[in-house]
């Protein structure tokens, strides 16, 4: 409520601001209609898609004093300043375990060069390296997830580390934190991460002391303040769990009962996950405390936490890449991934994802794909949590169809799953959606899987949530309401920022 009330305050003085300089002098205005022209230039100029200039050229070009204010207001994006300052610290900090070795890209190179051009893009712009030995388990849904981390964490040894979205307390994490209670009574050294969204209507503000009064090391990352900035828009959405640097897991659960349906929202929930085990734990074990020290001062002493040259039970074949994304990276690494893979695709590229807001870089690789004959196959959800988002997706429905792909929504539910797989040889498992929240705001990670035997699981899963969905053609579009169609077209206007 305190958050709201400020953020009214804010708006409030903001159009004030506008009215007072409308009004106040010829001069003041001739100075704004200046600023407007210097800060139309730097938008053109700036390099970002042409969706997110034209979000804001249209209201600086209506109402040019109000636009300018909102903008310089809103995307001053000044709270990420030190976050990005204390990122790339740790990125240096850490470079040297973040390699490719020999072998592997030797190996990559033979089996297939366009695969190897993608590792070194994701080594180069991210400091993402491939691995030859290591093995992925995927779980086609939370639960079977959840059954096998709480196996997991009772084996820990040495350190347990947690980076979730959201925390709600429940069956899931009730489980999970008795455990995590009882390692840390044990020695094993244990860290909780979450972001700080979940301090607005799932977690007590002070909830991470009540984590360190357990044994725990626990913070928020970026608590809500109640300033308006789209600082606040980039939140960390990854899922990470790491247990003693040889155990990893990623995927779209979170730690809540709806995730493994103790708790109903939107009917039956969809989601996916996978364990990573071998050297690729590594990147994990990187990207966590990469993160934990973005706010922090000092060093961490990383080679603690880094495991190398053990054997697994089951070495799986082909490669593994771990990666990441987010706001202070030099390239959209995640939207490149995506897209890479759908470029190459020969047969098939499958894709289950819970919104669907793209660029028109995006949109025109998927129509030209289906239109080159790859058979392009998109499942989301029939039951939206987000109205407004789910209205914004129906309106891309008339031009996949007219390029012929092929459209599914999960009748039993939400779908949250963020799921590509393509030709039985590629697929990406991980936290990030189609949207621009994902693809540009948020800070997300993923493992891409190159002729790897969970990339088989993948597909299989995409086939069997195939039978429970309803396939979309225009009539079924044109059902939908008329409200709700041009409801959805509008919305597109400001897509970028949702």
Excluded at 75 to 104: C, Q, S, Y
Excluded at 152 to 159: D, G, H, I, T
Excluded at 366 to 390: E, M, S
Aim: hydrophobic content about 45%.
């Amino acid at each position: 409520m305190i958050t709201i009330a400020l953020l009214l305050v804010q708006i409030f003085w903001l159009f004030a601001g506008f009215k007072w300089l409308g009004e106040y002098s010829e001069i003041s205005l001739l100075l704004m209609l200046v600023l407007s022209v210097v800060v139309l230039v730097y938008i053109i100029n700036k390099d970002e898609t042409p969706e997110f200039k034209l979000t804001w050229v249209i209201p600086i070009c209506v109402a040019p004093v109000f636009g300018v204010l909102l903008y310089l207001f809103v995307v001053g994006n000044w709270g990420n300043i030190g976050l990005k300052k204390g990122l790339d610290r740790r990125l240096k900090e850490t470079e040297a375990f973040m390699h490719t070795d020999g072998e592997t890209r030797e190996a990559l190179e033979k089996a297939d060069l366009r695969m190897a051009g993608l590792s070194r893009y994701t080594e180069e712009i991210g400091g993402f390296p491939a691995y030859k030995n290591s093995s992925a388990v995927y779980f086609p849904t939370g639960e079977a997830k959840y059954e096998d981390l709480l196996k997991e964490l009772e084996k820990a040894e040495e350190f347990i580390f947690l980076e979730y979205f959201i925390v709600e307390r429940g069956k899931m994490w009730n489980s999970i934190l008795e455990i995590l209670q009882r390692k840390a009574k044990e020695g094993v050294e244990v860290r909780v991460m979450y972001d700080g969204m979940c301090s607005i209507l799932l977690l007590p503000y002070s909830y991470p002391k009540k984590l360190r009064s357990m044994g725990i090391r626990a913070k928020m990352f970026a608590p809500i303040r109640p300033l308006m900035s789209t600082s606040q828009n980039n939140r960390d959405h990854r899922k990470i769990l790491v247990i003693d640097g040889k155990v990893a897991y990623t995927g779209g659960v979170n730690l809540a009962d709806e995730y493994i349906n103790e708790k109903k929202k939107y009917g039956h929930w969809k989601d996916t996950a996978i364990k990573i085990e071998g050297e690729a734990v590594k990147s994990f074990t990187v990207m966590f405390l990469q993160m934990w020290n973005s706010s922090e001062w000092g060093t961490e002493d990383y080679a603690k936490y880094i495991r190398s040259g053990f054997q697994v039970e089951k070495s799986g074949s082909g490669f593994v890449i771990p990666y990441g994304d987010g706001p202070t990276m030099p390239e959209n690494v995640a939207e490149t991934v995506y897209l890479d893979m759908i470029h190459q695709a020969v047969r098939y590229v499958h894709i289950m994802t819970p919104y669907f807001i793209v660029d028109n870089a995006m949109l025109d690789a998927i129509q030209y794909a289906a239109r080159r004959g790859v058979d392009v196959r998109i499942i989301i959800p029939h039951i939206p949590d987000k109205k407004a988002i789910f209205a914004m997706a129906r309106t891309y429905y008339p031009d996949l169809l007219a390029a012929g792909v092929k459209i599914y929504e999960y009748k039993p539910g939400f779908i949250h799953a963020k799921v590509f797989v393509s030709d039985d040889e590629k697929a990406v498992v991980g936290t990030i959606n189609m949207d621009y929240r994902s693809l540009y705001h948020h800070f997300e990670c993923a493992v891409y899987l190159y002729r790897n035997e969970a990339v088989f699981d993948v597909e299989e899963d995409f086939q069997e949530t195939l039978g429970r969905c309803i396939e979309v053609d225009m009539e079924y579009y044109k059902s939908i309401s008329v409200f709700n169609r041009m409801t959805g077209r509008v919305l597109r206007l400001i897509g970028p920022l949702t």
